[in-house]
């Protein structure tokens, strides 16, 4: 029984360190073979033997144990039919709500304000004026606003975002913009949190606006209509 238990173990040990090796070789292979693409955030053991699931930039691909082999598209267990790369996507893009730096964020009381919701979003971005007239339609909500203006999509959005926060009122020129197109004043400067954001997002995986985080945790992404929005902030 003795020596079994030391079998087991060693080849436990074994497996650990075949796994690490895999995870060393697909990183290794990503980064010298998808030079452009974005950091590789984590490699994880797939349900199918030799098959690895590696999330980067937001995506998740699969692929060998050596990263000779690319495979794109989802992951499906035929006898739950469950969606395994949604289900894990869902699970990865889960954020801490309470640890969000709120200080770095324009907060909007609609009412009471008992229910939050987090939203990274770009003052440029039309997806996220169309989400601020759904938000109109909320009550009892707390907003609290990332300014994260996509440059290389909209060039004048940085700085509108930073117009924005150095405004007297944030709240109030935030909204003027985004629900009647009222520029903020230009001219000021201060210390402004826009690069902090965008370093914050990378970091959560957030790429495009609007990106919602419910108090929950879970993420949404667009322009969710209000009578959705208010249905899971209900939770029905």
Same mark, same amino acid.
């Given at each position: 029984?003795?020596? =079994?238990? %030391?079998?087991? +173990?060693?080849?436990?040990?074994?497996?650990?360190?075949?796994?690490?090796?895999?995870?060393? !070789? #697909?990183?290794?292979?990503?980064?010298?073979?998808?030079?452009?693409?974005?950091?590789?955030?984590?490699?994880?053991a797939t349900p199918i033997p030799g098959i690895y699931e590696v999330y980067a930039g937001g995506q998740m691909v699969y692929?060998?144990?050596?990263?000779?082999? =690319?495979? %794109?598209?989802? +992951?499906?267990?035929?006898?739950?039919?469950?969606?395994?790369?949604?289900?894990?996507?869902? !699970? #990865?893009?889960?954020?801490?709500?309470d640890s969000l730096p709120f200080d770095k964020a324009i907060t909007l009381v609609k009412g009471k304000g008992e229910r939050k919701i987090a939203v990274f979003s770009d003052p440029d971005c039309p997806f996220c004026k169309k989400l601020e007239k759904e938000l109109a339609n909320l009550d009892n909500l707390t907003v609290h606003l990332f300014l994260m203006p996509l440059a290389e999509l909209h060039?004048? !959005?940085?700085?509108?975002?930073?117009?924005?926060?150095?405004?007297?009122?944030?709240?109030?020129?935030?909204?003027?913009?985004?629900?009647?197109g009222k520029k903020p004043d230009s001219g000021k400067t201060c210390d402004h949190p826009v690069d902090a954001i965008a370093s914050l997002a990378g970091e959560l995986g957030i790429s495009g606006t609007?990106?919602?985080?419910?108090?929950?945790?879970?993420?949404?992404?667009? !322009?969710?209509?209000?009578?959705k929005l208010e249905a899971m902030l209900s939770g029905s």
């Open positions: 029984m003795k020596r =079994l238990s %030391i079998l087991l +173990l060693s080849l436990l040990a074994l497996s650990s360190l075949a796994a690490h090796a895999d995870e060393a !070789a #697909i990183r290794q292979a990503f980064a010298e073979r998808y030079a452009k693409m974005p950091p590789v955030k984590s490699v994880v692929t060998d144990e050596k990263g000779d082999h =690319l495979l %794109i598209g989802s +992951l499906v267990d035929t006898r739950s039919r469950v969606n395994l790369t949604q289900q894990r996507m869902d !699970a #990865i893009k889960t954020v801490k709500f060039p004048q !959005a940085v700085g509108i975002a930073k117009d924005i926060w150095c405004a007297e009122d944030r709240a109030k020129a935030w909204s003027a913009y985004m629900l009647e609007p990106a919602i985080i419910l108090s929950n945790g879970r993420r949404l992404e667009g !322009a969710i209509p209000a009578a």
